[in-house]
């Protein structure tokens, strides 16, 4: 059906209440029980330093995602205007908007794995060898850039209002799943959505699990694309190549740095190119393959 175009200022003046903001204190005393839990029953599931570390990075991410939340809205808001259709307001189309929502959430999520440039957004969430309930605040200060990925709900024709809503219902929904505690859930939900025993996998170092269980809400994405990996032994979490430092700055920018290094000792722009885009599991055979190409040529 036809619409009418919507403007800044009637969206600005709904107000529209931040959730994850509300939510904040609930995840705040979880994570503290999580953590009593795992001191009283002697598990090596926290790292006091690690914690403290994930939630500064959080705190900052939160007041980042309130600064840039007009420049957010723009931006779905002109796509949203482009196309001449909408979709109703209903509670199906919330239903609707989730899952649509949920299969670019998948795509921008496996890219950001298979493309440093988009790794670089997402590593801090990975770079903790912990797994519980605090790694979940662990959202890089780059990753806002990732709103790219989400055009394609406003040009479906969901209202800014829905993705609003939506969007941050599907960021909730990613907090629960990182612990240790939750194994394994009854075979029909750990069929459709996404885990804290498939979300493990999606975590882990060892070579068998990596670059697999990419879903966010639902993990039927990866079971279609073919990313899909049961849990088998305790996943080793952390990166292949560890940072070992709890400065939030360090967590959040060790791999744009480590991209502009490369990128600066390049010798040529098809080097420099690969070393901003390859994929990051196979970054040392790319550096590998440019410097025997350059010792051939000497």
Same mark, same amino acid.
């Given at each position: 059906?036809?619409?009418?175009?919507?403007?800044?200022?009637?969206?600005?003046?709904?107000?529209?209440?931040?959730?994850?903001?509300?939510?904040?204190?609930?995840?705040?005393?979880?994570?503290?029980?999580?953590?009593?839990?795992?001191?009283?029953?002697?598990?090596?599931?926290?790292?006091?330093?690690?914690?403290?570390?994930?939630?500064?990075?959080?705190?900052? &991410?939160?007041?980042? =995602?309130?600064? *840039?939340?007009?420049?957010?809205?723009?931006? #779905?808001? $002109? /796509?949203?205007?482009?196309?001449?259709?909408?979709?109703?307001?209903?509670?199906?189309?919330?239903?609707?908007?989730?899952?649509?929502?949920?299969?670019?959430?998948?795509?921008?999520?496996?890219?950001?794995?298979?493309?440093?440039?988009?790794?670089?957004?997402?590593?801090?969430?990975?770079?903790?060898?912990?797994? &519980?309930?605090?790694? =979940?605040?662990? *959202?890089?200060?780059?990753?806002?850039?990732? #709103?790219? $990925? /989400?055009?394609?709900?406003?040009?479906?024709?969901?209202?800014?209002?829905?993705?609003?809503?939506?969007?941050?219902?599907?960021?909730?929904?990613?907090?629960?799943?990182?612990?240790?505690?939750?194994?394994?859930?009854?075979?029909?939900?750990?069929?459709?959505?996404?885990?804290?025993?498939?979300?493990?996998?999606?975590?882990?170092?060892?070579?068998?699990? *990596?670059?697999?269980?990419?879903?966010?809400?639902?993990?039927?994405?990866?079971?279609?694309?073919?990313?899909?990996?049961?849990?088998?032994?305790?996943?080793?979490?952390?990166?292949?190549?560890?940072?070992?430092?709890?400065?939030?700055?360090?967590?959040?920018?060790?791999?744009?740095?480590?991209?502009?290094?490369?990128?600066?000792?390049?010798?040529?722009?098809?080097?420099?190119?690969?070393?901003?885009?390859?994929?990051?599991?196979?970054?040392?055979?790319?550096?590998?393959?440019?410097?025997?190409?350059?010792?051939?040529?000497?």
């Amino acid at each position: 059906m036809s619409k009418e175009k919507l403007t800044f200022e009637q969206i600005l003046s709904l107000d529209l209440p931040n959730i994850i903001l509300y939510a904040a204190p609930i995840m705040i005393g979880l994570v503290a029980l999580e953590w009593y839990l795992s001191y009283r029953h002697k598990k090596d599931y926290y790292d006091n330093k690690d914690t403290i570390a994930a939630t500064v990075i959080g705190l900052v &991410n939160v007041a980042m =995602s309130a600064g *840039l939340k007009v420049a957010t809205f723009g931006i #779905i808001l $002109f /796509f949203y205007n482009m196309v001449p259709w909408t979709i109703p307001n209903t509670w199906w189309s919330f239903i609707l908007c989730l899952l649509w929502l949920d299969f670019w959430r998948y795509w921008a999520h496996r890219i950001a794995h298979e493309n440093r440039f988009w790794w670089a957004t997402h590593v801090t969430h990975h770079n903790s060898e912990k797994y &519980n309930w605090s790694v =979940s605040f662990r *959202l890089s200060w780059t990753q806002h850039i990732k #709103i790219i $990925f /989400f055009i394609p709900v406003a040009l479906a024709g969901f209202h800014p209002v829905m993705f609003f809503i939506v969007h941050q219902i599907a960021v909730l929904y990613q907090f629960w799943i990182h612990t240790e505690y939750i194994h394994k859930l009854p075979k029909p939900i750990e069929y459709i959505f996404t885990t804290p025993s498939h979300h493990r996998v999606h975590h882990a170092s060892n070579e068998k699990y *990596l670059d697999k269980n990419y879903g966010s809400t639902f993990i039927i994405w990866d079971r279609m694309f073919g990313t899909f990996m049961h849990e088998e032994e305790r996943p080793a979490y952390g990166l292949t190549k560890q940072v070992n430092s709890y400065n939030p700055i360090t967590l959040n920018f060790h791999e744009w740095t480590d991209i502009f290094r490369d990128v600066k000792n390049s010798k040529s722009l098809k080097e420099a190119y690969a070393m901003v885009f390859s994929r990051p599991s196979e970054l040392e055979k790319v550096k590998a393959k440019f410097k025997e190409d350059e010792q051939v040529k000497v």
